[in-house]
């Protein structure tokens, strides 16, 4: 069992930046990689970034690629999205998520296993 705690959301102007954590406890943070997903409102829920397990390995969305950075530090247990040059469109809930194959960045939503609560992102024009 792995539970996931989000922080770092909030309201910022168009162009800002935000850093969103999500701090894991219970079973090897290691063992999973790490997915941030968002959901705006009305819409489906999609993935906005991947990690594999070392950090090797990242992937992103084409709307957020060259403004988003996921990175991890395993030995905080933490997984973070820093989000830079922020527009109204990026407003959402932001989750994190874990899933059981460490070394892929590809996996499917349904192939995460376990999600955080979300945070708030607001993006003002």
């Known amino acids: 069992q792995v539970q996931l705690v989000e922080s770092g959301g909030g309201v910022v102007q168009a162009g800002g930046s935000l850093r969103l954590s999500c701090a894991a406890s219970?079973?090897?943070?290691?063992?999973?990689?790490m997915g941030w997903f968002s959901q705006a409102p009305g819409k489906e829920r999609e993935l906005v970034a991947s990690i594999n397990w070392s950090g090797a390995l990242t992937y992103y969305a084409g709307s957020v690629k060259g403004r988003f950075t996921i990175s991890r530090d395993n030995a905080k247990r933490t997984v973070y999205l820093q989000m830079n040059s922020l527009k109204p469109e990026d407003t959402a809930v932001y989750y994190c998520a874990a899933n059981g194959r460490p070394g892929r960045i590809d996996s499917s939503e349904s192939e995460y296993t376990y999600w955080g609560q979300g945070t708030q992102v607001t993006v003002s024009s």
């Open positions: 219970g079973r090897t943070f290691s063992s999973y990689a």
